[in-house]
C-alpha cells in the first residue's frame, strides 16, 4: 500500500466551519494531508456558493444538528480523535451550543482549536455582531481607503469582491494552527487560536495604514503629490481615468498592444529591470542620449545626485515618466500583448498581459503547472479548481488530483478519524512559545518573502535578515516597505554570491533551522541553493521558496520574474476592479496578495517543521503569487460545465452585490448592509416593506437609510441580527486605536490596534499596525519590535560565526560586507 509522504498526514481535523474562512484552512490541511470531517448543520452549507465544492473537496461532509442532544454527542465523540478543531462563528456560538473549547482542553491539552469570529472576543462593541465578509470589510476602512487612484477620482467609497478579510484570515489561521501543531511535538501542549477576520485584513493591508512623519519628499509619487495640491489648493477630487493614467510611472502602468489588449509593466525600484526593459525596448540608449542618468548610489541624499534622475529609481521625476511613457507607448503598439509577455518572460524583467480571470484559467501555464486543477465533483461533475496554496516539492505529486467533496454518516465520519490512533504527549514546559529555539534566515525581497518570516519573530523565532552589500532595490522599495517587514530582524548586508560573503552564507545555513528565498528556481540553481547544494552544507535545513508563478508542476512561466501587482493584472483582478479590460486598473491595496501569500510561506515552514520533528524527513516547501490568486478569488475562481457567466461585480460604481448586500449613504456618511433572502421579513420589519425586484429595493432602501445617522441604523439593524457595519477609515482607526508602543501586542485594546513609536530608529515619529490577529491563550507571543537600519548587526552577526574584528574590516574593505547603505535611515 502507497504511504503518502504529504507533511500533515495523520493529523485529525474536525471543521465546523461555514462561509469561507474556516472550511478554506481546513481545505488547505486537507490538501497538505490531514484527514478532515467537516461539519454542516441540518440542510447543508449555510453559504449556497458552488465555491463549496472546492473548500470541502478531500473531505467527508457529515450533517449534524447541534441543538439535540444526540447531534451534541455525535459531535463530541468526532472531538474526541480530533488534534485540531476550527469553528468560525460569532463569539460564544460553540460555548451555548455545548461545545466549550476551554473544557475541552482542560481534559486534553494536547488539544489545538481554532476560533475565527469577525471580531475579536474582548470588542465590547463589535464582539457580537453578525459580521460577514463586506461587513467587516467596511468597518475595517477596506472600501473607503481604496487606494490614490479612487482618491483622485472622488469615488468613495469602492466595493470590491475580493473576499480580503477571510483570504488574509484563512493564511494567518492555517498557518497559526500548524505553528501550534509544530510546537506541540516539543512540549506536548496545544492551545486555542483565535483569529478575528477584522484584525486580520488589517494586518494583510499593514503597508496601507502606517504613518511616517516628515517623509521626504523623494518617496512620495505623482498621485501623491497631486493630491496634496489638490488639498492644499481646495481643489475638488475628480480626475478621470484616463488622465489619472499620466500621473503613473512609465515602468507601473498599462500599455496598450497592437493587438488593441493591454499590457501591464512592473519594474520600478529594480536596478536592472527597468534598464533591461528600455534596452529590450530599443530605447535605451536615446534616452541616455537625452541626458537620462543612472547614479552610482541612489542611497546618497539626492541633493548629492549629479542630476534629478537615477533609472531604476521610484519614483521617477514627472518630466521624465512622461518623455519615457510616449517613448515606450509607441514601441508597445508594434506587438501584441502575448509576444511582449515572453519577451519579457524571456528578458527576466517584470511584466505581464492583462486577463479576465476565465481566461487566466484556461492558460497553458496554468493547466501545466497546476494552478487549476480538475476535480470531479458529486454534484457539478468536472470542474475547474484552484490548485493547492502550499505545497511540497518532494510530495507536489500526490496533491495533483483532489478528491471531490463527499457525504457519509457520524459512523463513517468516526472510523475515518480512527484509522490515525490518538497518541500521548509528554508534558513539557506551558510557558514556551511557539518558535523559541527555531533559528530561521530571511534572503527575501520585496513584501511576500520578507513578510513571511517577520511573522515568525512574533512567536519566538530569532530571525536574521540578509541583503546585499550594495543595494539591488531602491530606498523606496527596502525602506519603506521594511518599516513593517523588518520589525524584530537583525539585519546583515553581505554579498552572497561569491568569496568571503558566500562563506557567510554557508556558515550561517549551517547554523539555522529555516533559509527562506523568494526566488525562482532558476534563481535557486544559480545560486547553488537547490536541494543537492544545500544537504552538503546543512543536511537538516529547510528551504522555503515563494515565487510568482509557480505551482505544483513546472510551467511554461515558472521562471519568469513578478510581483503582486502584475498576478493582479494577468488573473482578472485589475480588470474587475477597473470594470473592463478598457479601464484596468491596479487593485487599491499595496500587498494585496503579497502578504496573503506571505501567510503561505509561513505555513509551508511550519509544516516542514512538523514533518522534520514526525519523520525525520526534510521538506521544501514552495508557495506562489498565483497560487494565493485563487484564495484572493475563491467565490468565483471554478469553472464546470453550465456555469453561468463570469459576471461578480466589477468597476468603480459598483456598490455591492444586490440591494441587500450594498453600501447605502446614511445621513452622515457610508454603511454597509448585508442581507440574504432569508432575513427579508426581519429586515422589513425595520425599514418597512420593500418592493419585488433589485432596482426597486435599491431604491427604496437609498431613501429609508437617508433619513437617520449610520451608528444609529447599525445599531437598530444589528439588534435585530441583521448585518450592518458603518465604513470606517483607517485613518481613524489608527487614530482611535493607538497607544504609546509598551512592548505589548495590543490584544487588550479588542479588534483593532496600533502603536506610536515617538523615538524610532528611523528618527522620526512612526505610527504602525501592532501584530495581533493570531491570540493564543497558552503560548505566549511577542511584541515586534521597530526595525533597526539595514545593516545595523552586520558586524554583530558576522562576530557570532567566528569572524574576528580585523576579518570583518577586511570583509567591509572588500565589498563583501556593509554596516549600511546610507548615513540617513531614509535616504533624504
Known sequence: MHQSQLPLVGVNVVDFGQYIAGPAVAMILADLGATVIHIDPPGGSLWDNPANAVLNRNKLSVEIDLKTEEGLANAHSLIAQADIVIEGFRNGVMSRLGIDFQQLRETRPELITLSIPGFASNDGLRAQWRAFESVVAAQSGVFTDMG????????????????????????????????????????????????????????????????????????????????????????????????????????????????????????????????????????????????LEEQIDTYLPQSQWTSDVSLGVYPLPKHWADRIAEKMKAIFLTRSAAEWEKIFGWGKFPGARQRWLQEWMYDDHVEMSGLMLHVEDPVYGKMLQPGPLVWFRESAHEMEHPRGRAWGSVEDALAKLKQNPRREFALGDAEQAWMQGVKVLDLCNVIAGPHSVSYFARFGADVIKIDPATPLYDAWNTVIFGMSHMRSKRSALLDIRAGAGREALERLIKQVDVVVWNATDAQVAEMKLDQESLQKINPNVILCQLDCFSGIRPGPKTNYLGYDDLVQACTGIMQRFGGSMDRVEEHAHVGTIDVMCGFGGALGVAAALYQRQRSGRVGRPKTSLSALSGLAQIPFCYDYQGRGLFNEPSGPDVRGYSALEHLYEAADGWMMLACSERDVPVLESVVGPLPEGDAQREAQLKTVFSGRSRHEWVELLQHNNLAAAPCGQMEALRTEYSRPFDNTCGVELGTYAFSTYPDHPAGRRVVQLDACAVRSTRAPLIAPQPSEKYGASTRAVLNELGYSGEEIDKMIDQGAASESWSEEYFPS
Open 148 to 291: 490614490l487612484n479612487r482618491v483622485l477620482m472622488g469615488i468613495n467609497p469602492s466595493f470590491s469582491p475580493l473576499p480580503l478579510s477571510s483570504a488574509y484570515g484563512t493564511m494567518l489561521a492555517a498557518s497559526s494552527v500548524v505553528i501550534a501543531l509544530q510546537a506541540r511535538e516539543r512540549n506536548g501542549y496545544g492551545d486555542h487560536i483565535e483569529v478575528p477576520l477584522a484584525t486580520a485584513v488589517m494586518e494583510g493591508l499593514c503597508y496601507n495604514s502606517i504613518e511616517i512623519d516628515n517623509l521626504p519628499e523623494r518617496y512620495l509619487t505623482q498621485r501623491e503629490l497631486e493630491i496634496q495640491r489638490r488639498r492644499d489648493e481646495n481643489l475638488p477630487m475628480d480626475l478621470s481615468f484616463d488622465d489619472l493614467q499620466e500621473l503613473l510611472d512609465p515602468f507601473y502602468r498599462s500599455y496598450r498592444c497592437k493587438d488593441g489588449r493591454f499590457f501591464y509593466v512592473v519594474c520600478p525600484s529594480h536596478r536592472f529591470h527597468a534598464k533591461r526593459c528600455l534596452q529590450t525596448l530599443g530605447i535605451y540608449d536615446e534616452l541616455v542620449a537625452e541626458g
